[in-house]
């Protein structure tokens, strides 16, 4: 039995997670300081007895956050909340349990890095609900910043809503059943998932205006082999087996269902509607089940709220400034939104959310026998899905416990429970922390000696810079 190794520590010199923890997070609290700022002083202007009362908690808030933020900086314990927290802001008994089991009590400087951070985001969030005024209570800090970075990422996001509008009727009307048409299939979903997983508008590997045909050639061939050099792990065609073996056997009826477990809002969550898009037109899948947070996370994650507001924003031509109704760009963000809203309305695409995903728990505990904190509930959920797709690099240290494993530690060996309980697996992870797992011998040498060349002495930050990615599968069933 391989010896399981302790978790990456905030004290851990020369790490990214050290680095995080003494210069990121302090920038992250400032950023919601002034953020809030703006927002009190939107109310103030906006005026009213509600008003008032909204502004005078919102700068009690950001008294406290200067505060929570002093905090960090002088790295002091981290505090259990207290019982009234606990209540008014629905905190999982998870953190205090963690706090009390600890010893010694871990401060800011020396923690493990994955509770330390999910913590963070848990105090913030208590310091909103602990205020009255409804305002707060619902209160997105993020929700500016997440706005503003989907609003730039305009380009791309029309750049995909052109080549969708260009695709789906053909790619509707391919026959999963036939071998010719799935390998076709088999191409795209590769395309869709590489869009996927480096959520951003810049690795667009195929042109707008590419056909099927053009998919099918060398050039395309090309382009794709250029996006997936920098994918240093990649098992997606065992996932493509899990789907198409599923989709052929429920050619007759029945289901495929396929789940996202979500990472970012924006662009990362468009490109993962544009997958769940394409499973469904196609069949490929009959259901898509995204599995979003519970209160605002990591600065960037999905909440409920924010696919509506990614509706809003395609149709909104204020926000997205495609011109008249009538222009290509317009009709494609349009007919993007119409579709996707179809799938929702009719059931084929549902969200989610549960406190699961944002307590400090890893994912060793999606499993029967995690039944405090919706460990068990969780997996019996994910355990109706054909495939489960974990989307970013938090979830990623999730499922490997951002644990100091070898970097060649095989990945059934590092997920633990979810290798073998019933619920298949696969990773789609842009690498921006330390942990790192499952690279054949020799790579992680060879990558940390081409990374110090640039970076002095942060060689191993090759894998914490988003530059990398890896696509780790597991079938458990
Ligand atoms: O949005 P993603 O891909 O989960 O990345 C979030 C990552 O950023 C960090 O906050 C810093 O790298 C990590 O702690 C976290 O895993
Ligand atoms: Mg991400
Ligand atoms: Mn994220």
Known sequence: MTQIPGRFLTSDIGTFGEFTASTRWPIILQ?????????????????GAAGAAAVAQGNLIKEQIVQFRQEV?????????????????????????????????????????????????RRLNVLFRSQ????????????????STFKASYFGVTELALRYKNLVADVARLDKTSGADQQLLQILFKEFVEISLWGNATDLSLLTNA??????SIQGAKAREESESKIVVNDTARAWETIIASATATATGGSTRVDFVLDNSGFELYADLMLAAFLLQTKLATK?????????????????????TL????????????GAASTPESQALDLFADDIAQFNKSGAL???ADSFWTTDLDYW?????????????????????????????????????????????????????????????????????????????????????LWEKDHPGQGSWWCSSGKWAVICFADSK
């Open 288 to 308: 898509c089940v995204f599995h979003a947070k519970d209160m605002p996370y990591m600065v960037s994650d999905v909440m409920l709220k924010d696919f509506d």
């Open 31 to 47: 950023n919601a300081v002034d953020d809030l700022h703006a927002e009190v002083e939107r109310l103030g202007k906006a005026g």
């Open 211 to 216: 056909t099927l045909e053009d998919i099918k």
């Open 350 to 352: 549902t969200f989610q």
């Open 311 to 322: 509706l809003q924003d395609l149709r909104d031509r204020e926000f997205f400034p495609s």
């Open 365 to 449: 505990n999606i499993d029967a026998a995690e039944t405090k904190y919706h460990g068990a509930q969780v997996h019996a959920e994910l355990q109706k899905a054909d495939l489960v797709i974990f989307k970013g690099d938090l979830n990623y240290r999730k499922l490997t416990g951002d644990r100091k494993w070898a970097r060649t530690t095989p990945w059934t060996t590092a997920i633990g429970p979810l290798a073998h309980n019933g619920v298949t697996t696969l990773s789609l992870r842009t690498c921006k922390a330390d942990v790192q797992v499952a690279l054949p011998q020799g790579l992680d040498e060879e990558l940390c000696a």
């Open 73 to 121: 900086i002088d790295k002091v314990p981290l505090r259990n909340f207290t019982p009234e927290e606990c209540a008014i802001a629905s905190v999982p008994g998870s953190f205090n349990e963690y706090l009390d089991n600890a010893s010694p009590r871990p401060t800011w400087a020396e923690a493990e890095w994955l509770f330390a951070e999910v913590y963070l985001y």
């Open 132 to 147: 009255p005024a409804a305002h707060w209570q619902t209160f997105d800090i993020f929700n500016a910043l997440k706005q």
